[in-house]
């Protein structure tokens, strides 16, 4: 069956050979194998720590989470409740329906609307609605929000991003195109020190990286000698280069050396805020496409 919904996930299957998997919970996809033009033979293109989580007891670590309304520790007075990244990971979403099933795809719908264990720290109206597609060489997410709100509400301020943990050696693995992009080094203890400018053509992760480059181009590509990934993207400004190295270590699940498996490209919206007015619809999106 192209759509294999399950207790606890849902399975895409493509009739080329490629496959997803998309956990109810948090809406994360946990799996994308596919091959690419020049090597047909699908592999797995995503990361999930041997440690991680999937039983619904704690967000993921690896796949594709949805970070939803905010990125990183809340700084909107709206979001001081809520913890890292939001609660659009940790939350179970409700499947919907089968959007698109035919010979050029797959495709299937998640929803996610307040509910108590959301109200009690985050109050605002809202609707998520998550599409994940499926295609022969491609994998592509879109997250629709739209605010609910009475007319008279004031705007859904949110930030957005999709942290995707791209399979990859980081001893090799190279991003591009981020050259001349001014970006914000969160290992940088020092305040003053944490703007900066990037003149490589080629961003690596041989070193502790998180960094968020701002106005960025919106597409991108994840190169290493076992695996090329483009990475091309709507309405998300933002990208985040993310992988810890050996403070790895310090995460408890993430399995022994598994900071050496990925390197984590994320576009989103989250150097300062969306202000979706009340009745309106924002969308964001990314497709991913297997180039070797």
């Known amino acids: 069956m192209p759509v294999d919904l399950q207790s606890d996930r849902v399975v895409l299957q493509h009739p080329r050979g490629s496959s997803a998997e998309v956990l109810l919970y948090g809406a994360t996809v946990i799996s994308w194998k596919s091959g690419s033009t020049a090597n047909p033979q699908p592999i797995e293109r995503l990361f999930v720590s041997g440690k991680a989580a999937l039983d619904g007891s704690k967000p993921v670590r690896g796949g594709i989470p949805v970070v939803f309304p905010c990125f990183g520790a809340p700084t909107h007075p709206d979001h001081a409740k809520l913890g890292q990244h939001g609660f659009a990971r940790s939350e179970?979403?409700?499947?919907?329906?089968?959007?698109?099933?035919?010979?050029?795809?797959?495709?299937?719908?998640?929803?996610?609307?307040?509910?108590?264990?959301?109200?009690?720290?985050?109050?605002?109206?809202?609707?998520?609605t998550y599409v994940v597609t499926l295609a022969e060489h491609q994998l592509s997410t879109d997250l629709h929000v739209k605010n609910t709100g009475l007319s008279t509400s004031p705007p859904l301020e949110f930030q957005a991003l999709f942290?995707?943990?791209?399979?990859?050696?980081?001893?090799?693995?190279?991003?591009?195109p981020l050259k001349g992009l001014t970006y914000y080094d969160k290992t940088e203890p020092n305040e003053q020190l944490r703007t900066k400018?990037?003149?490589?053509?080629?961003?690596?992760?041989?070193?502790?990286?998180?960094?968020?480059?701002?106005?960025?181009?919106?597409?991108?590509?994840?190169?290493?000698?076992?695996s090329k990934v483009g990475i091309r993207t709507k309405n998300f400004k933002?990208?985040?280069?993310?992988?810890?190295?050996q403070e790895g270590?310090?995460?408890?699940?993430?399995?022994?050396g598994g900071w050496e498996?990925?390197?984590?490209?994320?576009?989103?919206f989250v150097h300062g805020f969306v202000a979706l007015p009340s009745g309106q619809t924002w969308v964001g999106q990314q497709v991913l496409t297997a180039k070797l």
């Open 163 to 176: 942290h995707n943990y791209i399979r990859a050696n980081s001893s090799e693995v190279v991003v591009t």
């Open 197 to 226: 400018v990037e003149e490589r053509d080629l961003v690596d992760v041989k070193t502790f990286t998180d960094f968020v480059y701002q106005n960025a181009p919106g597409a991108y590509e994840v190169t290493s000698s076992t």
């Open 92 to 128: 179970n979403w409700t499947f919907d329906a089968i959007v698109m099933d035919n010979e050029a795809g797959v495709s299937v719908k998640l929803t996610l609307e307040p509910k108590t264990s959301i109200s009690v720290k985050y109050e605002k109206p809202f609707q998520l």
């Open 249 to 256: 270590v310090k995460i408890g699940d993430m399995e022994d």
């Open 238 to 245: 933002d990208v985040v280069v993310w992988n810890p190295q």
């Open 261 to 268: 498996k990925y390197v984590c490209v994320e576009p989103g």
